[in-house]
């Protein structure tokens, strides 16, 4: 179940927006982008016959049918989108008060606990020299990691990646393999010295 609000405006603004693509059973498809940190975007995009995820919760409006990604839908929890008209035209606003509140349960993808831990536990560490770390991706159980700020160029990476942010993640997470470093060092312009 999905406790997301479209307004009978947004609706109808919607439906002439998916009418105009002149594809038939198109639909919207609802996600959220980074879901449970800082960076979270939540995002309406057109969704073709086809295009949609088998998981994806389907769920009926009166001109056409809404995707939500199952990993989205506990970021979408309240979300309201509207859709108001003014003298130049009009504009869609969508709010998701939760989609950048840590929602993680052991059921949780590995992506999303790892997410949680950078920004709650790891991040608010590296800050104090102005450092950042982030997940690019999942890979073969590796979490593949980006440092950025102070923490870019760093002398003490190899360090803070071993002893701080791998050690922390296996720890929480126990499901990861370890962690990969994609980070290009050779730049020292921000590094912390």
Same mark, same amino acid.
């Given at each position: 179940?999905?406790?997301?609000?479209?307004?009978?405006?947004?609706?109808?603004?919607?439906?002439?927006?998916?009418?105009?693509?002149?594809?038939?059973?198109? /639909?919207?498809?609802?996600?959220? @982008?980074? *879901?449970?940190?800082?960076? %979270?975007?939540?995002?309406? =995009?057109?969704?073709?016959? +086809?295009?949609?995820?088998?998981?994806?919760?389907?769920?009926?409006?009166?001109?056409?049918? /809404?995707?939500?990604?199952?990993? @989205?839908? *506990?970021?979408?929890?309240? %979300?309201?989108?509207?859709? =108001?008209?003014?003298?130049? +035209?009009?504009?869609?606003?969508?709010?998701?008060?939760?989609?950048?509140?840590?929602?993680?349960?052991?059921?949780?993808?590995?992506?999303?606990?790892?997410?949680?831990?950078?920004?709650?536990?790891?991040?608010?560490?590296?800050?104090?020299?102005?450092?950042?770390?982030?997940?690019?991706?999942?890979?073969?159980?590796?979490?593949?990691?980006?440092?950025?700020?102070?923490?870019?160029?760093?002398?003490?990476?190899?360090?803070?990646?071993?002893?701080?942010?791998?050690?922390?993640?296996?720890?929480?997470?126990?499901?990861?393999?370890?962690?990969?470093?994609?980070?290009?060092?050779?730049?020292?312009?921000?590094?912390?010295?």
């Amino acid at each position: 179940m999905v406790n997301v609000t479209i307004t009978n405006s947004a609706q109808d603004y919607l439906a002439g927006l998916l009418e105009k693509q002149n594809c038939e059973g198109i /639909g919207i498809r609802m996600f959220v @982008s980074d *879901p449970g940190t800082p960076k %979270a975007e939540t995002c309406i =995009a057109y969704s073709r016959p +086809g295009e949609h995820n088998d998981e994806d919760l389907v769920v009926e409006y009166g001109k056409f049918n /809404g995707y939500y990604e199952q990993r @989205s839908i *506990p970021f979408l929890d309240d %979300a309201m989108v509207d859709f =108001a008209e003014d003298k130049f +035209g009009g504009q869609l606003t969508i709010r998701a008060p939760n989609s950048r509140l840590p929602n993680i349960t052991d059921d949780s993808p590995v992506e999303d606990k790892v997410n949680y831990v950078l920004y709650n536990e790891i991040n608010p560490g590296l800050a104090s020299h102005g450092g950042v770390v982030s997940l690019s991706e999942i890979h073969d159980g590796y979490a593949v990691l980006e440092f950025g700020g102070g923490c870019q160029g760093c002398s003490a990476v190899d360090l803070t990646l071993k002893e701080g942010v791998e050690k922390t993640l296996l720890d929480k997470i126990p499901e990861l393999l370890g962690v990969k470093d994609v980070t290009d060092h050779s730049d020292t312009s921000n590094a912390y010295m």
